[in-house]
């Protein structure tokens, strides 16, 4: 990393501009903004190019930095005599300036601090970043003030909610995913290529009924959900030999490289069950099985939840669906039927879910989850 760093230093110092005179605030250039222009070839062997950085007032020694954020990580406020140059390397990052609003810096972005403009810079709240700082040294040595902690705004601290959802007016598009789920998670392979045909047909998108699968694993074990994704794939390539044309749909968003999904995904089950974060730490738990605790929190409400195709509302009829067709998993079951009413499903819309369980895993297991639904009243 020594000789990126020496690189970067000598082109900056070779390929530069001058920022104007007024420009006395942070600047921050992203990315796709950088002028990007071929080397020549007469001082290279092959083909490169460069973009041309602003030139840092310096009258002395550089110091030049390699430094990594963890997710969540922040500085201090701070300012530099001299100013200081941030190249972001890695990830998504924050960083603001005393009275102006946050910005999000990502992987490319380069930032200039003027001489002591107070400001602050690091991770994302869920994401590591690390960049390259380049700063001048004062003629004593000193090149930071270091100032108080930042106060970061509520919301930036925590998800914890406690106001009700909107209600939810659930579609016989999203009514479809029931007995997809239901039928995937009891392994009735015939009747699920029939579901699907209707999920289809009712506007589901392919890459939706995918991630149905992929959150189900997490129910219904990996088995179930790989016949039921392989169904899937076979109905798909059945159609497109009838010509028969279906939606692809959205692919989900990707989070920032270095996402630090486990803090995420207790920040997402205090959204989901309307408590406080710290409500969601269960040291018991934690401690006597640190590996399940992972799995359930950074993968399954951390990294599943974050995959947008399929909204909150949508992936708890998955799995209520699911939990519904396997019966003897009530405690679970109660759970996630209280974070489908969080959601704003009401109790006129989860009668149309029960309906719906009932033609599809019958009376019986209906009436169960109907009664563990009637303990929350």
């Known amino acids: 990393m020594k000789y990126q760093v020496n690189a970067l230093l000598v082109i900056s110092s070779?390929?530069?501009?001058?920022?104007?005179?007024?420009?006395?605030?942070?600047?921050?250039?992203?990315?796709?903004?950088?002028?990007?222009?071929?080397?020549?070839?007469?001082?290279?062997?092959?083909?490169?190019?460069?973009s041309r950085l602003p030139i840092m007032p310096s009258q002395g020694d550089v110091a030049p930095a390699i430094v990594n954020f963890k997710a969540g990580t922040i500085t201090n406020w701070h300012t530099h005599p001299h100013g200081q140059y941030l190249i972001v390397t890695e990830g998504e990052g924050r960083t603001q300036e005393w009275g102006k609003p946050i910005q999000t810096i990502h992987?490319?972005?380069t930032i200039w601090y003027?001489?002591?403009?107070?400001?602050?810079?690091?991770?994302?709240?869920?994401?590591a970043m690390s960049h390259i700082a380049i700063t001048p040294v004062a003629t004593d040595g000193k090149s930071v003030t270091w100032l108080e902690k930042v106060d970061l705004p509520?919301?930036?601290?925590?998800?914890?909610?406690?106001?009700?959802?909107?209600?939810?007016?659930?579609?016989?598009?999203?009514?479809?995913?029931i007995p997809i789920a239901a039928f995937s998670a009891t392994g009735d392979l015939e009747k699920l290529k029939t579901a699907l045909i209707q999920g289809l047909e009712n506007g589901l998108?392919?890459?939706?009924?995918?991630?149905?699968?992929?959150h189900q694993y997490a129910y219904a074990?990996?088995?179930?959900?790989?016949?039921?994704?392989?169904?899937?794939?076979?109905?798909?390539?059945?159609?497109?030999?009838?010509?028969?044309?279906?939606?692809?749909?959205?692919?989900?968003?990707?989070?920032?490289?270095?996402?630090?999904?486990?803090?995420?995904?207790?920040?997402?089950?205090?959204?989901?069950?309307?408590?406080?974060?710290?409500?969601?730490?269960n040291p018991l738990f934690e401690n006597f099985s640190p590996t399940m605790d992972y799995?359930?929190?950074?993968?399954?409400f951390g990294y599943l939840f974050s995959q947008d195709n399929l909204s909150p509302v949508e992936r708890e009829i998955v799995v209520v669906s699911?939990?519904?067709?396997?019966?003897?998993?009530?405690?679970?079951?109660?759970?996630?039927?209280?974070?489908?009413?969080?959601?704003?499903?009401?109790?006129?819309?989860?009668?149309?879910?029960?309906?719906?369980?009932?033609?599809?895993?019958?009376?019986?297991?209906?009436?169960?989850?109907?009664n563990v639904l009637k303990q929350l009243q």
């Open 221 to 281: 074990g990996f088995p179930r959900a790989l016949n039921g994704m392989l169904t899937f794939k076979s109905l798909l390539e059945e159609r497109q030999k009838q010509d028969i044309h279906d939606i692809q749909g959205a692919q989900p968003s990707t989070l920032a490289s270095g996402t630090d999904y486990y803090q995420l995904g207790i920040e997402r089950l205090a959204d989901l069950n309307k408590t406080s974060i710290e409500a969601n730490r």
């Open 322 to 370: 699911t939990l519904s067709a396997m019966g003897d998993v009530n405690a679970q079951l109660r759970s996630h039927l209280r974070i489908t009413r969080n959601l704003g499903v009401d109790a006129a819309q989860m009668q149309k879910i029960m309906n719906a369980l009932q033609q599809t895993i019958g009376r019986d297991l209906a009436n169960n989850a109907e």
């Open 107 to 109: 992987k490319g972005d």
């Open 154 to 177: 509520i919301h930036a601290k925590t998800l914890a909610t406690s106001a009700k959802a909107e209600t939810v007016q659930l579609s016989s598009k999203q009514l479809s995913l």
């Open 205 to 214: 998108s392919i890459n939706e009924i995918k991630q149905v699968f992929a």
């Open 114 to 127: 003027p001489p002591n403009v107070k400001h602050w810079h690091g991770a994302s709240e869920h994401g």
């Open 14 to 50: 070779l390929f530069s501009v001058v920022w104007a005179e007024d420009k006395m605030g942070q600047h921050i250039t992203k990315a796709d903004q950088h002028s990007i222009q071929a080397a020549p070839t007469s001082n290279f062997s092959g083909q490169a190019d460069f």
């Open 295 to 300: 799995a359930l929190k950074a993968h399954l």
